[in-house]
C-alpha cells in the first residue's frame, strides 16, 4: 500500500515542481526589459529612443542607472517611487509638460531637459536631499519655487533656455554652478544671491541684462567664472554702469563677455593690470589705427556675440576644474551636459595699453655717406669765402 500512495504522490508534485521552476526561469529572463540595454548586472538600464510611451515592464527595483531619454513619456508619476537605489535617472527630451511626481529620494543626478515643463513647484524638489545635479535646460520655465534649507546637497543647476525675467530667489544654498544662460533676464532682485557663497561659475550670457545694481555680486566669495556676454548693456549710460565696471576691476573672479570692454575677458585683479573701457560699438579698432597698414593688427572682439554657442548642459562625467587663465582659447567647463566651448580668439592676460611711441626710420650706408659729403662741402666754401672777404678788406686799407 505504501508503494502505491508513493507513486501515486510523485506524479502528483513533479507538475508543480515545474510549474515553479517555469515560473523562475521566466522571472530571471525577464529582469532586463526586451526593447532596453541593461549591463552591470541589469543595474545600469538603457531605454532611450525606444519609442516609448510607458515605462517598460520587468524593471529591476534595485537598479542604479535609468535612461529614458529620447522617447514619447508623457506621465511619470507615481511609476518610479519604488526603485529606491535609483541614483541618475534620464528623461530628458521626452513630452513631460511637468516635473514627475513621487520621483526616489535616492537619487543623486536628474536630468530633464528638452521637455515642456513651464514651473516647479515646491513640492517636487522638497525631499530630494540627496539630489546632487539637476538639469532642465531646454524647457518651457518661467517659474521655480525652493524652499529654504532643501536641496541641500545640490551642486549643479542647469535652468538654461528657458523664459525666466527674474534670476531664482532662494536657490540652494551650496549650489557651486548654476547656468542661466540664453533666457530672458531682466534683473536680479536684491539679495537673491547673497546666501550662494560657495558658487563658483555662474553663467548668464545671453540674455536681456542692461544695468544690475551695485552690489548684485559683492557676497558671492566663491566666484571663479562669470560670463556676461550676449547682452545689450547700457554702455552710454555711464553713472549707473559704474558700478558693475568697478567690480569687474576689484573681483577675482574671470569675467568673460566684459560689458563696454573691448577684451573678450576682465576681472582676475591679480593677474591684470589695466583696462580700457570702450563705452562705443565693441569691435572697432581703437581710434586713430590704421588698418590699411599692413602691420596692424585687429584688436580682439569682444565675446558679446554668440561666444558661447551651447548652454552648460550638466554632465558629471566632466571634469567641472579646469579653467586656463592663458593659451589658445578661452575654454569653460561645468558638470553638465558636454559643455566645452572656446571663444574664437587667442586670450592674453596682459594689460592693453594706448602708449604709443614715435616711429624711427633707418638711414641707408650710401644716404649717410650723401649727407656727410654735402656737410664738409659747404664747410669748404666758407671758409673760402670767408678768407676772400678778409683780403679784399686788407687791400682796402
Given at each position: 500500500?505504501?508503494?502505491?500512495?508513493?507513486?501515486?504522490?510523485?506524479?502528483?508534485?513533479?507538475?508543480?515542481?515545474?510549474?515553479?521552476?517555469?515560473?523562475?526561469?521566466?522571472?530571471?529572463?525577464?529582469?532586463?526589459?526586451?526593447?532596453?540595454?541593461?549591463?552591470?548586472?541589469?543595474?545600469?538600464?538603457?531605454?532611450?529612443?525606444?519609442?516609448l510611451g510607458i515605462l517598460p515592464d520587468s524593471l529591476q527595483h534595485n537598479i542604479h542607472f535609468?535612461?529614458?531619454?529620447?522617447?514619447?513619456?508623457?506621465?511619470?508619476?507615481?511609476?518610479?517611487?519604488?526603485?529606491?537605489?535609483?541614483?541618475?535617472?534620464?528623461?530628458?527630451?521626452?513630452?513631460?509638460?511637468?516635473?514627475?511626481?513621487?520621483?526616489?529620494?535616492?537619487?543623486?543626478?536628474?536630468?530633464?531637459?528638452?521637455?515642456?515643463?513651464?514651473?516647479?513647484?515646491?513640492?517636487?524638489?522638497?525631499?530630494?536631499?540627496?539630489?546632487?545635479?539637476?538639469?532642465?535646460?531646454?524647457?518651457?520655465?518661467?517659474?521655480?519655487?525652493?524652499?529654504?534649507?532643501?536641496?541641500?546637497?545640490?551642486?549643479?543647476?542647469?535652468?538654461?533656455?528657458?523664459?525666466?525675467?527674474?534670476?531664482p530667489t532662494n536657490m540652494p544654498y551650496n549650489l557651486e554652478i548654476v547656468d542661466l544662460s540664453?533666457?530672458?533676464?531682466l534683473q536680479i532682485l536684491p539679495g537673491s544671491l547673497d546666501r550662494l557663497l560657495r558658487l563658483?561659475?555662474?553663467?548668464?550670457?545671453?540674455?536681456?541684462?542692461?544695468?544690475?545694481?551695485?552690489?548684485?555680486?559683492?557676497?558671492?566669495?566663491?566666484?571663479?567664472?562669470?560670463?556676461?556676454?550676449?547682452?545689450?548693456?547700457?554702455?552710454?549710460?555711464?553713472?549707473?554702469?559704474?558700478?558693475?565696471?568697478?567690480?569687474?576691476?576689484?573681483?577675482?573672479?574671470?569675467?568673460?563677455?566684459?560689458?563696454?570692454?573691448?577684451?573678450?575677458?576682465?576681472?582676475?585683479?591679480?593677474?591684470?593690470?589695466?583696462?580700457?573701457?570702450?563705452?562705443?560699438?565693441?569691435?572697432?579698432?581703437?581710434?586713430?589705427?590704421?588698418?590699411?597698414?599692413?602691420?596692424?593688427?585687429?584688436?580682439?572682439?569682444?565675446?558679446?556675440?554668440?561666444?558661447?554657442?551651447?548652454?552648460?548642459?550638466?554632465?558629471?562625467?566632466?571634469?567641472?576644474?579646469?579653467?586656463?587663465?592663458?593659451?589658445?582659447?578661452?575654454?569653460?567647463?561645468?558638470?553638465?551636459?558636454?559643455?566645452?566651448?572656446?571663444?574664437?580668439?587667442?586670450?592674453?592676460?596682459?594689460?592693453?595699453?594706448?602708449?604709443?611711441?614715435?616711429?624711427?626710420?633707418?638711414?641707408?650706408?650710401?644716404?649717410?655717406?650723401?649727407?656727410?659729403?654735402?656737410?664738409?662741402?659747404?664747410?669748404?666754401?666758407?671758409?673760402?669765402?670767408?678768407?676772400?672777404?678778409?683780403?679784399?678788406?686788407?687791400?682796402?686799407?
Amino acid at each position: 500500500m505504501e508503494r502505491i500512495r508513493t507513486a501515486n504522490t510523485i506524479p502528483a508534485s513533479m507538475p508543480a515542481n515545474l510549474l515553479l521552476l517555469l515560473l523562475f526561469g521566466v522571472h530571471v529572463g525577464a529582469i532586463c526589459p526586451p526593447m532596453c540595454a541593461c549591463s552591470r548586472g541589469h543595474r545600469v538600464v538603457d531605454c532611450s529612443a525606444r519609442g516609448l510611451g510607458i515605462l517598460p515592464d520587468s524593471l529591476q527595483h534595485n537598479i542604479h542607472f535609468l535612461n529614458l531619454s529620447h522617447n514619447r513619456l508623457q506621465d511619470l508619476d507615481g511609476f518610479l517611487v519604488h526603485f529606491d537605489h535609483l541614483r541618475t535617472l534620464d528623461i530628458s527630451y521626452n513630452y513631460l509638460n511637468h516635473f514627475p511626481v513621487g520621483l526616489p529620494r535616492s537619487l543623486w543626478d536628474v536630468r530633464a531637459s528638452g521637455n515642456y515643463i513651464r514651473q516647479l513647484v515646491k513640492n517636487d524638489t522638497a525631499y530630494h536631499w540627496n539630489l546632487q545635479s539637476l538639469d532642465l535646460s531646454h524647457n518651457q520655465l518661467e517659474r521655480v519655487v525652493f524652499i529654504n534649507n532643501t536641496l541641500s546637497s545640490l551642486q549643479a543647476l542647469n535652468l538654461s533656455y528657458n523664459k525666466f525675467w527674474t534670476v531664482p530667489t532662494n536657490m540652494p544654498y551650496n549650489l557651486e554652478i548654476v547656468d542661466l544662460s540664453h533666457n530672458f533676464l531682466l534683473q536680479i532682485l536684491p539679495g537673491s544671491l547673497d546666501r550662494l557663497l560657495r558658487l563658483s561659475r555662474f553663467y548668464l550670457h545671453g540674455n536681456r541684462f542692461t544695468l544690475l545694481s551695485e552690489d548684485t555680486f559683492s557676497r558671492l566669495e566663491g566666484l571663479q567664472l562669470l560670463t556676461l556676454g550676449d547682452n545689450p548693456w547700457a554702455c552710454e549710460d555711464e553713472e549707473n554702469i559704474n558700478h558693475l565696471m568697478t567690480w569687474m576691476q576689484q573681483t577675482h573672479a574671470k569675467v568673460l563677455g566684459c560689458p563696454c570692454y573691448t577684451r573678450p575677458t576682465c576681472g582676475e585683479v591679480h593677474l591684470s593690470t589695466s583696462r580700457t573701457w570702450h563705452s562705443a560699438a565693441f569691435t572697432e579698432p581703437p581710434l586713430g589705427a590704421d588698418s590699411r597698414n599692413p602691420g596692424y593688427q585687429a584688436p580682439m572682439q569682444a565675446v558679446t556675440s554668440g561666444y558661447m554657442s551651447k548652454s552648460a548642459l550638466l554632465n558629471v562625467h566632466h571634469n567641472p576644474s579646469d579653467i586656463n587663465a592663458t593659451g589658445a582659447g578661452e575654454q569653460a567647463l561645468t558638470m553638465g551636459g558636454g559643455f566645452l566651448t572656446s571663444t574664437p580668439h587667442t586670450l592674453s592676460t596682459h594689460a592693453s595699453t594706448t602708449i604709443r611711441t614715435r616711429s624711427t626710420k633707418k638711414v641707408l650706408p650710401g644716404r649717410a655717406q650723401s649727407t656727410s659729403h654735402q656737410i664738409h662741402k659747404s664747410i669748404s666754401e666758407n671758409a673760402i669765402l670767408s678768407l676772400l672777404c678778409t683780403a679784399m678788406i686788407i687791400n682796402a686799407l
